[in-house]
């Protein structure tokens, strides 16, 4: 009962901290940048422990921020392309130290330094593309579309969990998480469908739908965030199983660390990108 209780009050916290954020540009930008340098960290930490893999989280996880800022800058048309080259640089010295730091395994080191950027960084940054579009003469900040990621990604946990636990019978990928059933994905799924034509009618009763999604474009993008946000939290566990551990961290109390807790995040974002530019909406 106590740990219900922490976890409930951690995820009303989480939740709420997330939503208020996308009310204004600053706050969105400067509550990601952090979570993605706590995740890097994080990440940097767990694969350091491998024997004989060194990377370094300080350099990895600065660089993580910067990408973070420069695409928002970037994005926003506060910056010109050039604000990547300090990011540019942070790689390249992160692959040039390994020739002067004597490692036991430099590859494994170079592997995982590039994998903190690829599979965490990157994903994060890319929220900066749905959060600013440009309308031809100029750019706007809209809150909708990584927003409703969020939103559909809660949806179809809940969904999941409760189909699940009431008809799950057939496991979905029982060799790496044995707690998830094909019934709870398709209950999950079927929820986030119709939770994201509810966005679309909401939107579009209230004149705020900026993407110009029709109803089963919603509905596509939210079987897109439902697809890769399961393989998200599927490619996290076989990272979890793959380092012999059952939590990336215990930052959030009752809910382990931020890996856990995004990791449906880094793979729906840059599918609802791919989605969206796919559209010609972005």
Excluded at 61 to 84: C, K, Q
Excluded at 188 to 195: D, E, I, P
Excluded at 219 to 237: H, K, N, P, R, Y
Aim: aromatic share 14%; with cysteine; hydrophobic share 50%.
């Amino acid at each position: 009962m106590k740990n219900f209780i922490i976890r409930t009050i951690t995820a009303v916290f989480f939740v709420a901290a997330i939503v208020t954020s996308f009310l204004r540009p600053e706050a969105m930008i400067l509550l990601f940048a952090l979570v993605t340098g706590m995740t890097v960290w994080e990440f940097c930490t767990l694969v350091s422990d491998r024997p004989g893999v060194q990377v370094n989280r300080f350099i990895a996880s600065v660089a993580a921020v910067y990408l973070f800022f420069a695409m928002a800058g970037y994005n926003s048309g506060l910056t010109p392309p050039t604000v990547f080259i300090p990011y540019l640089v942070s790689i390249i010295y992160l692959m040039v130290a390994e020739l002067y730091l004597k490692a036991e395994d430099p590859v494994n080191n170079w592997a995982y330094t590039l994998m903190s950027q690829l599979y965490i960084a990157l994903p994060f940054s890319l929220l900066n593309v749905l959060a600013f579009r440009s309308t031809g003469t100029s750019i706007q900040y809209s809150y909708l579309a990584p927003l409703s990621i969020f939103v559909f990604l809660w949806v179809n946990d809940a969904g999941a969990y409760i189909c699940g636990s009431l008809l799950g019978r057939h496991k979905l990928f029982p060799r790496i998480s044995p707690g998830k059933s094909w019934e709870g994905s398709i209950g999950g799924g079927l929820l986030v469908v119709a939770a994201s034509i509810g966005v679309w009618y909401l939107t579009e009763q209230y004149g705020v739908n900026d993407l110009g999604l029709t109803a089963w474009e919603w509905a596509g993008l939210g079987l897109v965030i439902v697809i890769f946000g399961t393989w998200g939290d599927l490619v996290e566990s076989l990272l979890k199983r793959t380092l012999h551990i059952k939590d990336s961290g215990n930052i959030l109390p009752g809910h382990g660390g931020m890996l856990d807790r995004f990791d449906s995040t880094l793979m729906a974002v840059p599918a609802s990108v791919v989605y969206l530019y796919t559209l010609t909406i972005v």
